[in-house]
């Protein structure tokens, strides 16, 4: 059940993330169009496209470390001990767990303060540029204590004990599963 509701809600980050992307996209390009072509432009655009890059950044933060794609400093971790792995893995967790009850309490009352306050030209508050780090503070902790599950009640091995990716490994495996597909297509 736990995993079905962590599969659904990966999914709808994706979404929502390429979503928000799609319609920057769209926005910025056709601004730019507009701007070149008929000297012209969307006043929205501006103001709709800084608030959706704003969601997007704060919600693939949240994706990303569930997937371990944060970059991080893991030199000395990888030299640890399993139990000392596990032990600096719990005590980041907290510092990281800190920091996200900041992001709830300080997103919380800006968002307060700004119900009041809209942006001039999309005229909704800006409560909902400030409601990001709610949503992200709830989102990270959920992420956060999760891998603090699977590393403390799984069977982690030794590279899960490492909550970063190593880019080179990551691009192999991409290769060598791509290479299996290709091989599976070519013998039917």
Known sequence: MLAKLERW???ALEGTIVACLSVMAVLVFGNVVLRYAFDAGLAV???LARLLFVWLIFLGAI?????????GFDGLVRK???????????FNAGLMLAACAFFVIGGWEQT???LGNSYPVLGIAYAWLYGVAVVFGIGLAV????NVRDVLFGRPTDEEL??????????????AQLAAR??????R
């Open 162 to 175: 490492v909550l970063t990716q190593n880019l080179e490994s990551r691009v192999e495996e991409e290769v």
């Open 80 to 90: 640890l001990p399993a139990g000392a792995r596990k032990g600096v893995i719990v």
């Open 182 to 187: 290709r091989r599976g297509e070519g013998g």
């Open 45 to 47: 655009s501006e103001e």
């Open 112 to 114: 307060k303060i700004n």
């Open 143 to 146: 992420s956060i204590l999760l």
């Open 9 to 11: 809600v990966t999914r």
């Open 63 to 71: 994706l990303a470390s569930r997937q371990h794609a944060h970059l």
